[in-house]
């Protein structure tokens, strides 16, 4: 019988030029989930959550909580400013409709 060696997939994201990033890796064993990490690193300083996949659906659902509470209608509407946006001209009688825009 053949063990299987696990599979480790790493996504990271830089966030900024002085060395800020934002890690996320996890580990499967034969397409089965074993373990899910998140690393926040901030120059020399740097935080690490391990969860198992069962505690990951229990964040995720607060993240997707989170993240429809922002899209929701309960805030205010921002208004872009009415001078310039990206070098265009915008006149009274052009409407920048931002209920279209989707910040996801």
Known sequence: ??????????????????????????????GILQSITFQINNRNNYAILEM??????????????????L???????IQPPKEKLNDLDLSANQDIKTDEWDPW
């Open 1 to 30: 019988m053949q063990n299987d060696k696990p599979k480790e997939t790493v996504w990271t994201i830089h966030t900024g030029p002085d060395h800020q990033t934002i890690e996320f890796r996890y580990s499967e064993i034969q």
């Open 52 to 69: 198992t996949p069962i505690q990951f659906q229990k964040i995720y659902l607060i993240l997707r909580s989170f993240h429809d509470l």
């Open 71 to 77: 899209i929701s209608d309960n805030f205010p509407q």
